[in-house]
């Protein structure tokens, strides 16, 4: 469950409030508004990682995307065994 405090209150008594962002984010908030986020550093590195995946794909030229989106399916059977699903292109062949 996220927490939220005042800046104050986390100036107060950081080390608590430390303590309960290693569990769930702890929301801070300045003037009423939240303004920043306590959390994991788990949670930080994950974030990251998942932020710097999406701006490498998002970097893609209109030439990749088209070659990304032109791509033969036939090895949709291995994106399955990786995530237990069916691609949209293996369900439309099958029926």
Not at 31 to 39: A, E, F, H, I, K
Not at 41 to 62: G, H, I, P, Q
Not at 70 to 77: E, I, K, Q, Y
Request: hydrophobic fraction near 40%.
């Amino acid at each position: 469950m996220t927490t939220t405090v005042t800046a104050a209150a986390v100036s107060k008594n950081f080390g608590a409030y430390q303590h309960a962002a290693v569990r769930d984010p702890v929301i801070i908030t300045k003037n009423g508004r939240p303004r920043t986020v306590l959390l994991a550093y788990e949670d930080f590195v994950r974030l990251s990682k998942r932020d710097r995946r999406a701006e490498l794909t998002a970097e893609f030229s209109a030439d990749e995307i088209a070659a990304v989106e032109a791509m033969d399916p036939g090895l949709d059977h291995l994106n399955e065994e990786l995530t237990g699903t069916k691609s949209l292109t293996a369900k439309n062949a099958a029926g």
